[in-house]
């Protein structure tokens, strides 16, 4: 069994609907990085995703490219200007060479601003990101928690100049509903959020999108163990979502994880997982997962708009 993918015109080759989470890559951890991605490339997986925020992945990710060559194998998804750093054109490019610089390669797939940056002008975003795309240095580029207006905006303005609008975006996206943001200044994918990705065909690629450990086995309104999960998503309506994920889970003989992932899978919009699987049994279960197939009912079920059983 292998993940599936979709065809991204962006890049011109399809894109595997997982991809490989690397906050805990590290160069001092080089035999983890080496069999994390041998078994995610082994399963069909070709997208990595990192940012400059994520201490040493983009430079364990470059000594494994270093090692194992064919980089053409590999879609890299890289973020810059997170905050406190501002949107500008000189930052996006400062961002851009040290990503090629600690990755050893000559360009980078997908590159997103980590957060939006409400007083950078979209003419310059766009702008910019076009000149790196000509200059070579990024095949596409996109937006991480950048509001529906500004995608709107990004694209509109590019569309009306003959360039290129944002490709992906990447907001949160999954069965559990923040209460509040992990970190300030991120996003979650609303229902109209959704539907203008459908409409437009721009894939949403969807962090944390098991929950950041919601869905475990030993989470529950009596588990206050981690208090960042307490803050953003214990309530009463994602406790309710995690029981049904969980009856589900046993009705379909697959784990309460993988239901909450193939609910991000299933979304009717064009969607890619981001997930940051710790060893190999983990990725084998997540590529299990994008072969769920969930019905229109059963969404439903799982996200509280119907009280029905579908079975």
Known sequence: MTVTSLFSPALNRE??????????????????????????????GNLIDSAQV?????????????????????ILLDKGCHPPVRITPET?????SAHLEKMGTDYIDIWM??????????ESIVDTCNEEIANGRIRSYGGSNFSLARLKATNEYA????????????????????????????THATQEDIAWHRETGVPLIAWSSQGRGFFREESGPENASNPDLVRVYHNEENFERLAR???????????????????????????????????????????????????????????????????
């Open 159 to 186: 569309a009306r100049h003959g360039l290129r609008g944002m490709d992906f975006s990447s907001p949160n996206l999954c069965l559990a509903i923040p209460k509040e943001p992990f970190w300030a200044g991120c």
């Open 54 to 74: 994520y201490g040493g992945s983009e430079a364990a990710i470059g000594m494994w490219l270093a090692h194992r060559g064919r980089r053409d194998d590999v």
């Open 245 to 311: 994920a969980r009856e589900m889970a046993r009705r379909k003989n697959v784990t309460v994880t993988q239901i909450a992932l193939a609910y991000v899978l299933n979304v009717p919009a064009p969607t890619i997982a981001l997930v940051g699987p710790e060893n190999v049994s983990e990725v084998e279960s997540c590529v299990r997962a994008t072969h769920i197939n969930l019905s229109e009912a059963e969404m439903d079920w799982l996200t509280l708009r119907r009280d029905e059983r579908p079975w």
């Open 15 to 44: 894109v595997s609907r997982l991809g490989m989470g690397t906050m805990i890559f590290s160069p001092a951890r080089p035999e983890l990085v080496c069999e994390l991605l041998a078994a995610f490339l082994a399963l069909g």
């Open 113 to 122: 601003m980590h957060r939006d940056d409400l007083d950078a002008p979209i």
């Open 92 to 96: 996006i490019r400062q961002a851009v």
